[in-house]
Each structure stands twice: as C-alpha cells, then as structure tokens.
C-alpha cells in the first residue's frame, strides 16, 4: 500500500498535505520515495536548526539513549538542569529560571497560566486582572489557550466558546495597544517577528511602548520566540536583533521557544524572569514529557553546536548575501523581501501573478501556488499567509546552498511571468 494510501486510510485528516513522502534526509536535502532529491528551505518549518540528521544530534542520541532516556519531573534531572543553564546565561543573560515541555503550543500556554497566576497572587482573584493583550496576524498554537491568543479568526472556526480575556490590537499600533492595556491588563504577548502572520518584524517603537505600558500597569511583557528565536534572526533572541543599533532597550519578563530549540527533537521552553517565575510554585504547572534527559541533552547539543561554531554569524551573513542578490534581480512577481537573518518572507506581486491565466484556474492563493510550482523543480518552501512565500534554511547553510536556491527560485518565478 503506498504512502498516500495509507496516510489516507489510518491518519486524521487535519492537514492539508502536499503529496510527497521523503524517506531520507542530509543537511540541506531530502529525499522522496521514488529518489528524487529537494533542496529544503523548509527545514520542518524552522525546526531542524542544523539540517537534515546532523552529527551533533546522532551523537546526543546515540550516547544520551544509551545511559538514560526518561524519568519523571518528580526527580531532579542533570541534562535538564545544565539546558536550563545554558538558556539563562547564553541565551538571556540575565538571572531567571526556565521550564520545558513539548511544543511551542504548550510553551505559549504555558506563559498564560504565568501572566494569570501571577496577576492572581499579587493582585487577588477580585481584580479582574487577567486580561492578556495580543496581535493581529500573530500564531501562538493549536491548543484552545493557544488559538484563543491567536489574532487570526481562521484558527478558531468551530472552537467555540473559545477561553476568555484575550485582546488582539493591529500589529505595530502603538495607540491600540495603548487604548487596549489597562488595570485589567495581565500581561502583553506577541511575536518580535510573525511568522504565520507574513514574516513581520515589530517596531522598536511598538516593543518600547508595550514594555513601557506593561511596566505602568503592572503586567508582563511576553514575547513569543517559537518561531523566530534559538539563532533564527541571527541572535539567540529575536527581539534582540530587532532592536540592534536603535538605543532602544527591552527587556521581556518571559520568553518562550521551541522549532529550532531541538534542533528536530521535539522540546519547548519557556524563560521567566525572577521576578515572576515564582508564580508557578509545585503543583501548578507540568508536563510529564517537558525536559526529559534525552530531550535535554539533545537540545543542548545543538545549542552549544550553534554557539561554538559561530553559526549565528553565518546567519547574518547568509541575509545579507540573500537579500542583495534578490535586489539585484529587481523582479516584477517580487513587492519585497523582510524578515531578519534566515527567516525571510518573499511578498508576491499579485497583480503580476493575476496576469497568468495558470493562476487564475488554480483557484490557489498567491504564495501555494508560487511553493507548488518551487516544488516542481525541486526546491522546498513554505506559504507564511496568502501573499508570502517564506524562507527558513538551516542555519550552517553555506554559499553554495543558498546560491542554488537563489537560483532556483528565480528560475521559478521568471516560469511564472
């Protein structure tokens, strides 16, 4: 029975797939059943942080699994301790405590229950203050705390009655934000750069101004890294790399992460300043899976890799290559490029995309059809909205995979022209 068969038969249906199946993976490249080769610009959707199978991970696996793969959070755990560690004084650099689960998802969830349980014990379940503020366009996970954060009507169809005391302002509106927080307000949650939302990167004006507001109202500042933290942007913290060069400074009171954090092994964090982290005392938050041994010493692995490698300068460096070769190129199916380091959101030219009957037949919206037809010639990206197709290599790409892709996807959108 083939692939699609069987996913068709036994697997819920709650995705929309493309039909491919890949069977092996190498750095940048996988391969699908019947052989044939993509270069991935995917990565897992910003998950396998150092490719396809990287050395690191093997290892960590191979040696970790061999000594101990699982106990419970009821005991201390040495890998977990020492990832937590890493996290606070490379990733932060400031004093806090961290706590890990599964998933981005429950990561966000888990900054809920934080902004909630802290506004409860400080201000008394009277107060009513527990009201949590977020963007438009802004993903923050499947789960109903999670989708109810989320400022996009489409995640929630059918979810009703959706958990309450959530706010969704315009992204980058710096009066919304100021007219939505209030005495009410328990804490302030976005993206630094949305990434289901079209690659969009917050204003140093609109960071500033919600930090200044969470600090008058007594609320926590949160910001949602799943996506564009671990090294994506360039930096550990992507609202670090935003605010580079602007004399701007932020600082949140929690952070979350997950994709790239594991490189591929499926882990979340969350960092919480001490100021708030006590808010989650025994018995009030868990996960029975959130910081296994081997998940711990997995992620740490490909951290330190990151880190002791100088990967996030190949970040920087591989934007800047990229973006001035799309300039150059002055394409007409191309309104702009953004993002920061290598999360990068092409913007498609509808108008120019309207002109090819192919498209107006395919009833596809504008960045699936632009991926299907990359897809044809062997290059793997991904939709990010209906106008952007997003880039999100791994992060020790090197020049000559990103000069292939380069030119790959111009041949792809000259096709379409």
Not at 97 to 125: M, Q, T, W, Y
Not at 328 to 348: A, C, K, Q, T, Y
Request: glycine fraction near 12%.
């Amino acid at each position: 029975m083939t692939t699609a068969r069987l996913t068709e038969q036994f697997v819920l249906g709650n995705y929309g797939r493309f039909p491919i199946s890949f069977v092996r993976g190498e750095g940048s490249y996988l391969w699908d059943e019947e052989g044939r080769r993509y270069l991935d610009f995917v990565t897992g959707i910003a998950v396998c942080a150092l490719g396809h199978c990287p050395e690191v991970m093997k290892r960590s696996l191979a040696e970790q699994g061999e000594k101990l793969i699982h106990v419970s959070n009821l005991y201390q755990i040495r890998e977990q301790a020492e990832l937590a560690q890493f996290v606070v004084e490379r990733m932060m650099e400031r004093s806090g405590k961290v706590f890990f689960c599964n998933s981005g998802a429950e990561a966000n969830d888990g900054l809920i229950k934080l902004a909630r349980k802290r506004a409860f014990d400080k201000h008394g379940a009277d107060s009513g203050k527990h009201v949590i503020v977020t963007c438009r366009q802004s993903f923050h996970g499947r789960t109903l705390g999670g989708i109810a954060a989320t400022g996009q009507d489409k995640v929630k169809v059918g979810f009703d009655p959706l958990l309450p005391g959530f706010v969704h302002v315009p992204f980058n509106d710096v009066s919304a934000l100021k007219e939505a927080v209030n005495e009410h307000t328990a804490a302030i949650l976005f993206e630094p750069l949305q990434g289901e939302g079209g690659i969009n990167p917050a204003t140093p004006g609109f960071m500033a101004a919600a930090a200044e507001l969470c600090e008058t109202n007594d609320a926590l500042l949160m910001f949602d890294e799943v996506q564009c933290g671990s090294g994506r942007t360039g930096d550990w913290c992507g609202w670090k790399t935003l605010l580079q060069g602007t004399g701007i400074e932020v600082e949140p009171d929690a952070v979350s992460w997950a994709k790239g954090f594991g490189g591929g092994f499926p882990i979340g964090a969350f960092w919480a300043s001490d100021d708030c982290a006590g808010a989650l005392g025994p018995g009030s938050h868990g996960s029975t899976f959130g910081g296994t041994p081997l998940g711990s010493a997995v992620s740490l692995g490909v951290l330190k890799t990151i880190e002791e490698n100088d990967i996030l300068a190949n970040v920087r460096r591989q934007e800047k290559r990229i973006k001035e070769a799309v300039s150059e190129w002055n394409h007409p199916l191309i309104d702009s490029l953004r993002g920061v380091g290598l999360m990068l959101g092409f913007v498609i030219n509808v108008e120019a995309l309207k002109a090819r009957p192919a498209f107006l037949e395919s009833g596809k919206t504008p960045s699936l059809y632009v991926v299907n037809a990359a897809i044809e010639v062997g290059m793997l990206t991904v939709p990010a909205g209906e106008f952007v197709v997003r880039w999100l290599p791994r992060l020790d790409v090197p020049d000559a995979e990103v000069d292939e892709a380069l030119g790959l996807f111009k041949n792809v959108l000259d096709s379409l022209i």
